[in-house]
């Protein structure tokens, strides 16, 4: 820094420090006071599920006669094709991932919409009235999953144990001589 003055340098010092400290927050505030005295809406925010039928929308011209379930399964595909996860695509997937590709859509992106499909109905009322953020209809679809995972390990546990009483054990009061091995 080539000094002029002491004053000068004091003060390109002081701007320098106050700029790259001050400068995200002055902008911020900046953007804040635009839109809340034009009554714009900052973020304009679309259901999960208003995504998902526009990418429906984008995606009808090679999914015509597909379910959504068999759309999930070729999105899935394409993301861990695309991931290098995945070796080969069938022709199908590969005409989906060529589509997405030219768009510029992006497989896991959708994907990760497309998953919500399978939410219980519970959790899609409340996603679809913003009651609740994604995480947090991810967090209680893990925990419902959980939660039925162990009921039924709980119901096998017991069918197994139901049919091992009902077993005949013979032959295990009998002692091993060594001629038998």
């Known amino acids: 820094m080539i000094i002029i003055s002491p004053c000068l340098s004091l003060t390109f010092e002081f701007f320098t420090r106050f700029y790259s400290v001050y400068y995200t927050f002055i ?20 259901n999960v599920f208003e995504k998902i039928e526009q990418f429906k929308n984008v995606l009808k011209p090679l999914t015509v006669g597909k379910t959504d379930q068999d759309i999930k399964l070729m999105l899935c595909h394409c993301k861990h094709y695309n991931l290098s996860l995945r070796k080969s695509l069938t022709t199908e997937e590969y005409a989906l991932n060529d589509f997405l ?23 899609k009322n409340l996603l ?54």
């Open 27 to 46: 902008t911020r505030l900046i953007f804040f006071l635009y839109f809340l005295i034009s009554g714009e809406n900052m973020v304009k925010q679309t």
């Open 128 to 181: 679809a009235e913003r009651k609740i953020s994604i995480k947090e209809a991810q967090s209680r679809f893990m925990a419902i999953k959980k939660l039925v995972n162990v009921r039924d390990g709980k119901d096998l546990m017991t069918e197994i144990k139901s049919v091992i009483r009902r077993l005949e054990w013979s032959g295990l009061n009998k002692t091993i001589t060594t001629q038998e091995i």
């Open 101 to 123: 590709m030219k768009k510029g859509l992006n497989a896991k992106t959708i994907y990760e919409n497309f998953v919500f499909i399978d939410y219980p109905q519970s959790i």
